[in-house]
């Protein structure tokens, strides 16, 4: 397994490599990605090349054993390009052109950017795709972070108006399919189409969503420019990936992953200004979208959070114990790969309080220490624990083109996607079932629950797909605003759930939305919810069944006793409605009962304790057990039969007791 560091030598004297080479080499670093900011090196002048700085770094490492990740420059194109080539800028909603002085300042539309890409990836390929310390090749640097997803510049407008054409042949299939009837919007020339800069009011829905996919495409198409380029030159055995970040950007990563060997992932459980980590649910998420970006593929965590991180305001400080947990929590889930961000924090620069393994100073300290027992663990395991199946019982249907859909028209103040899809996610994340992301085109046969979270945007393959899993004897779990809107985002005209209603047994005649300052509540009338209140936030359903059995009702509200959650037989399988955005308490009780009712597998454990479970191919079971409460240890019950520590040995039979932070990975013994 690699395990390595993200380490910048154009940031330090080379007399320093002397001292960093070698105790990365005493860590157990066998890894180091570096390169990805480096382009005005590289050129210091526009078609001159000069490579030495990387030569004489990468031929230390290999003196001491540790490969090299070469990241490709083009997330910071140097400053003598924006000034001679102001074409290559970006420009934000209001046209306003984005200067140079941070980074990713640039569109992928730009034909002049595009040129100067394929230049400066040939000539690294040229002079690196054969050397045999180099494994493989990071594209670019996180696609589409810090708003840098869509841009509004004169050269993007030229690009989306070819991509329109090109998608839609006519004017009249494209206002036919937009409905620019309505304000009078109707185009009668391409060049009359905008690229969705500020207007006054909000524009047309149909071409927002086009937008998106038209700067995910574009993305796409950059990303394939320079694939082509670096497996051109490269050796066959040398990997190609990106590091994304999951935010909902107008990315496809699911797409622009099959150009790639494997996805990589940064990942940042806490950021600058945040108080504490994001959820534990919410970092599972992201790795299991990595592990869905490229079913049967593991990836890389290529950027992992070591310590405190931020810009002008600093984040968080990792707690000791914290790091390892994060890192179990990736490999458990699924990577093969974890690479530290950084080595040492830099003296200069927007990064500066960007901590690393070694903060300012370069002493080594407790974070140096608690990596040296990381690695020395994962040594311990070998390659067995990565190399064990994930066998995931449960899945959670995610479309990027439903978030859009869901980021250009929210219905509430108080309701985002990627929080009301972590609600829905993370009550399965709770009970420890084992979950794997589903998108478009995927296959459900073999999973025995398959929850749709808020699928406002439909999608015409999926639909069909999901219906053949509920008649074969599936289990589906929908949510609200499920069934509202067609691929080019305009709304159905049946009654909702639309294409669902016969599936689900029920219709919906009217709905509310609620704000942040409004609630309802829901009480359950049947099954395991029985009894049980719960706040109804964001949205409410008003249900009414045809074949369903209703098991929960709003109260306190004039639809006082409508269904708000019922269960439908379909098929051989079964349906079940969630009408609004219920709370975890309530989630959880009815989850246990679909999975239990579906034979779906739950770890019980208590709140903040996650368990992953892989298998390997002798039948021996990997346990990973995380207590991610800061304040509090956790008493677990194990399941049944002799467990032991795969690092120390120590042996363990019905529970476990892990310290506040702690993390172990237990082996059937």
């Given at each position: 397994m690699y395990i390595g560091v993200d380490y910048y030598p154009e940031q330090w004297p080379r007399e320093r490599w002397q001292e960093d080479i070698p105790l990365m080499k005493e860590l157990g670093i066998n890894v180091v990605r570096i390169a990805e900011f480096g382009w005005s090196l590289m050129e210091p002048e526009e078609g001159k090349f000069d490579f030495t700085l990387y030569d004489d770094a990468i031929a230390f490492m290999e003196e001491h054993g540790i490969k090299v990740v070469l990241g490709t420059p083009t997330a910071t194109p140097p400053a003598w390009m924006a000034h001679k080539y102001p074409d290559i800028l970006p420009a934000d909603v209001n046209g306003v052109t984005i200067s140079f002085g941070a980074r990713r300042h640039y569109t992928v539309n730009s034909r002049t950017y595009q040129y100067f890409t394929k230049r400066i990836v040939e000539q690294m390929a040229l002079r690196y795709g054969q050397h045999p310390n180099v494994i493989g090749w990071q594209t670019d640097n996180e696609y589409g972070h810090e708003k840098s997803d869509r841009s509004y510049a004169e050269e993007d407008r030229r690009a989306f108006q070819l991509w329109l054409k090109e998608k839609y042949v006519t004017l009249d299939a494209l206002n036919e399919t937009w409905g620019t009837v309505f304000w009078s919007q109707t185009y009668t020339a391409w060049e009359q189409i905008p690229v969705p800069r500020k207007v006054y009011q909000e524009h047309n829905p149909s071409l927002l969503l086009d937008f998106d996919r038209f700067c995910a495409d574009a993305y796409n198409r950059y990303n394939r420019l320079q694939t082509e380029i670096l497996r051109k030159y490269s050796r066959e055995d040398m990997f190609i990936t990106h590091n994304f970040v999951y935010t909902d950007l107008a990315l496809n990563q699911k797409e622009m992953a099959k150009d790639l060997d494997f996805v990589s992932f940064d990942n940042y459980p806490v950021w600058g200004g945040l108080a504490e980590p994001?959820?534990?649910?919410?970092?599972?998420?992201?790795?299991?979208?990595?592990?869905?970006?490229k079913p049967g593929k593991g990836f890389w965590v290529m950027e992992e959070l070591i310590g405190a991180q931020g810009w002008s305001r600093?984040?968080?400080?990792?707690?000791?114990?914290?790091?390892?947990?994060?890192?179990?929590?990736?490999?458990?889930?699924?990577?093969?790969?974890?690479?530290?961000f950084r080595w040492r924090a830099a003296h200069f620069g927007t990064e500066e309080f960007c901590h690393g393994i070694l903060d300012h100073d370069g002493v080594p300290r407790r974070k140096y220490r608690e990596v040296k027992e990381i690695i020395d663990a994962m040594n311990a395991f070998g390659d067995e624990w990565i190399e064990a199946e994930y066998k995931a019982e449960v899945a959670v249907y995610y479309d990027v083109e439903n978030a859009w859909a869901w980021n250009i028209q929210p219905h509430s103040d108080a309701l985002t996607h990627k929080k009301e899809f972590l609600r829905f996610y993370s009550a399965a994340h709770s009970l420890n079932a084992a979950t794997n992301i589903v998108s478009p085109g995927d296959s459900l046969e073999g999973y025995k629950v398959v929850i749709v979270p808020i699928y406002f945007l439909t999608n015409p393959e999926f639909n069909e797909e999901l219906k053949k899993y509920a008649e074969a004897g599936g289990t589906v779990v929908f949510t609200y605003r499920t069934g509202v809107k067609e691929p080019s985002n305009v709304v159905v005209d049946t009654t909702l759930p639309g294409r669902f209603?016969?599936?689900?047994?029920?219709?919906?005649?009217?709905?509310?939305?609620?704000?942040?300052?409004?609630?309802?509540?829901?009480?359950?009338?049947?099954?395991?919810?029985?009894?049980?209140?719960?706040?109804?936030?964001?949205?409410?359903?008003?249900?009414?069944?045809?074949?369903?059995?209703?098991?929960?009702?709003?109260?306190?509200?004039?639809?006082?006793?409508?269904a708000a959650i019922t269960r439908n037989r379909t098929g051989k399988g079964t349906v079940y409605y969630i009408g609004s955005a219920v709370e975890a308490g309530m989630l959880e009780k009815l989850y246990a009962e679909i999975f239990a009712e579906a034979g779906a597998s739950t770890l019980p454990s208590p709140e903040g304790v996650e368990i992953v479970r892989r298998t390997g191919k002798d039948g021996k079971v990997f346990l990973a057990v995380m207590n991610h409460n800061a304040d509090s240890g956790a008493v677990v019950q194990l399941p049944a039969g002799r467990w032991s520590c795969a690092v120390s040995g120590t042996t363990y039979e019905r529970e476990l007791q892990l310290d506040k932070l702690g993390s172990i990975v237990l082996v059937t013994s």
């Amino acid at each position: 397994m690699y395990i390595g560091v993200d380490y910048y030598p154009e940031q330090w004297p080379r007399e320093r490599w002397q001292e960093d080479i070698p105790l990365m080499k005493e860590l157990g670093i066998n890894v180091v990605r570096i390169a990805e900011f480096g382009w005005s090196l590289m050129e210091p002048e526009e078609g001159k090349f000069d490579f030495t700085l990387y030569d004489d770094a990468i031929a230390f490492m290999e003196e001491h054993g540790i490969k090299v990740v070469l990241g490709t420059p083009t997330a910071t194109p140097p400053a003598w390009m924006a000034h001679k080539y102001p074409d290559i800028l970006p420009a934000d909603v209001n046209g306003v052109t984005i200067s140079f002085g941070a980074r990713r300042h640039y569109t992928v539309n730009s034909r002049t950017y595009q040129y100067f890409t394929k230049r400066i990836v040939e000539q690294m390929a040229l002079r690196y795709g054969q050397h045999p310390n180099v494994i493989g090749w990071q594209t670019d640097n996180e696609y589409g972070h810090e708003k840098s997803d869509r841009s509004y510049a004169e050269e993007d407008r030229r690009a989306f108006q070819l991509w329109l054409k090109e998608k839609y042949v006519t004017l009249d299939a494209l206002n036919e399919t937009w409905g620019t009837v309505f304000w009078s919007q109707t185009y009668t020339a391409w060049e009359q189409i905008p690229v969705p800069r500020k207007v006054y009011q909000e524009h047309n829905p149909s071409l927002l969503l086009d937008f998106d996919r038209f700067c995910a495409d574009a993305y796409n198409r950059y990303n394939r420019l320079q694939t082509e380029i670096l497996r051109k030159y490269s050796r066959e055995d040398m990997f190609i990936t990106h590091n994304f970040v999951y935010t909902d950007l107008a990315l496809n990563q699911k797409e622009m992953a099959k150009d790639l060997d494997f996805v990589s992932f940064d990942n940042y459980p806490v950021w600058g200004g945040l108080a504490e980590p994001i959820t534990p649910a919410e970092i599972a998420h992201h790795h299991d979208l990595c592990r869905g970006a490229k079913p049967g593929k593991g990836f890389w965590v290529m950027e992992e959070l070591i310590g405190a991180q931020g810009w002008s305001r600093i984040g968080y400080l990792p707690r000791p114990g914290q790091a390892k947990l994060w890192t179990y929590q990736a490999v458990s889930r699924g990577a093969e790969a974890i690479v530290y961000f950084r080595w040492r924090a830099a003296h200069f620069g927007t990064e500066e309080f960007c901590h690393g393994i070694l903060d300012h100073d370069g002493v080594p300290r407790r974070k140096y220490r608690e990596v040296k027992e990381i690695i020395d663990a994962m040594n311990a395991f070998g390659d067995e624990w990565i190399e064990a199946e994930y066998k995931a019982e449960v899945a959670v249907y995610y479309d990027v083109e439903n978030a859009w859909a869901w980021n250009i028209q929210p219905h509430s103040d108080a309701l985002t996607h990627k929080k009301e899809f972590l609600r829905f996610y993370s009550a399965a994340h709770s009970l420890n079932a084992a979950t794997n992301i589903v998108s478009p085109g995927d296959s459900l046969e073999g999973y025995k629950v398959v929850i749709v979270p808020i699928y406002f945007l439909t999608n015409p393959e999926f639909n069909e797909e999901l219906k053949k899993y509920a008649e074969a004897g599936g289990t589906v779990v929908f949510t609200y605003r499920t069934g509202v809107k067609e691929p080019s985002n305009v709304v159905v005209d049946t009654t909702l759930p639309g294409r669902f209603r016969e599936m689900a047994g029920i219709e919906i005649h009217e709905y509310e939305s609620l704000q942040s300052v409004q609630q309802n509540t829901v009480v359950g009338v049947s099954g395991a919810i029985e009894g049980v209140e719960s706040a109804a936030k964001l949205w409410c359903d008003l249900i009414t069944p045809t074949t369903a059995e209703v098991l929960a009702v709003y109260k306190d509200t004039f639809y006082d006793g409508t269904a708000a959650i019922t269960r439908n037989r379909t098929g051989k399988g079964t349906v079940y409605y969630i009408g609004s955005a219920v709370e975890a308490g309530m989630l959880e009780k009815l989850y246990a009962e679909i999975f239990a009712e579906a034979g779906a597998s739950t770890l019980p454990s208590p709140e903040g304790v996650e368990i992953v479970r892989r298998t390997g191919k002798d039948g021996k079971v990997f346990l990973a057990v995380m207590n991610h409460n800061a304040d509090s240890g956790a008493v677990v019950q194990l399941p049944a039969g002799r467990w032991s520590c795969a690092v120390s040995g120590t042996t363990y039979e019905r529970e476990l007791q892990l310290d506040k932070l702690g993390s172990i990975v237990l082996v059937t013994s």
